[in-house]
């Protein structure tokens, strides 16, 4: 009876057992299916960002096109260049510097001349001052002598004047005595020839010279000043303009040349 008893509480028990068997399993698989299913989520989560990250890069290159775009001139290199070397540069400023030079190498050339004299030396670059007042000429003033002319040396102190043609004789003898240059008396040889002699300079003389050179100087500063003004109210320039003391330098700087050539005809004339 005991042996029965034991044998049906086993059979009883064994599909407890296997019950709890199945019940264990069923969870476990579910447990499975949840991480399985958790993992395709992640991984679907991670694909989907990859691909919003690809549409933002995309979007931003698209942003970038047209900054570049085509034909376009770019960033203008005229902002990298000194303020002072585009005015220097400007055709304006070229032109009346030009302008301004001319009337430095004027009194330059007419300097040498007063030079030339105030040394004692006789050249024919004495009469260079001279303009003859001709028929049908084009300037008012008149031609220079060289144009009607020949000038010679002879014995190193006198100018001999020979004009090219008889009827002009007349108006290089006046020509020569309206140039004032000191010391200088033409005198006539014969109907086409003038001999001038010169004598050795004297301190008056010199100082004479010296003098006339101021005057062409005073006169030279007066042109300069006339075209650097000119060229300040076409490019309407004022004291206060950041601009100004690049063109103020253009005129002292030829100045400061000017009074450099005086100087040194001041020191020839002791």
Not at 5 to 18: N, Q
Request: charged content about 30%.
């Amino acid at each position: 009876m005991a042996a029965t008893a034991t044998l049906a509480r086993l059979r009883l028990a064994a599909p407890t057992s296997l019950s709890l068997s199945h019940a264990q399993c069923s969870r476990f698989a579910a447990r499975r299916t949840a991480a399985v299913a958790s993992q395709q989520v992640r991984f679907y989560a991670k694909a989907a960002k990859k691909s919003k990250d690809k549409d933002k890069g995309k979007e931003d290159k698209g942003k970038e096109v047209p900054a570049a775009a085509k034909g376009s001139k770019g960033v203008s290199t005229d902002s990298l260049i000194p303020a002072s070397q585009r005015i220097v540069s400007s055709e304006e400023y070229k032109k009346t510097e030009g302008k301004m030079q001319t009337v430095l190498e004027w009194f330059r050339k007419e300097v040498a001349g007063l030079e030339t004299r105030a040394t004692g030396r006789v050249t024919p670059a004495l009469l260079s001052p001279v303009r003859v007042k001709v028929p049908g000429a084009s300037d008012s003033r008149g031609v220079r002598l060289e144009e009607v002319a020949t000038v010679g040396v002879k014995e190193g102190t006198t100018l001999i004047v020979t004009v090219f043609e008889e009827h002009t004789l007349k108006s290089v003898e006046q020509a020569i005595y309206e140039a004032k240059i000191p010391g200088a008396t033409p005198q006539r040889l014969d109907n086409r020839t003038i001999k001038v002699p010169i004598p050795k300079p004297t301190v008056e003389t010199r100082n004479a010279l010296y003098t006339n050179a101021t005057r062409l100087a005073e006169d030279a500063r007066v042109q300069m000043r006339k075209h650097h003004q000119a060229l300040l109210k076409k490019e309407d320039i004022t004291k206060r303009s950041p601009e100004f003391a690049t063109y103020q330098g253009l005129l002292d700087k030829l100045l400061a040349d000017l009074d450099k050539i005086l100087a040194h005809l001041k020191k020839t004339t002791g």
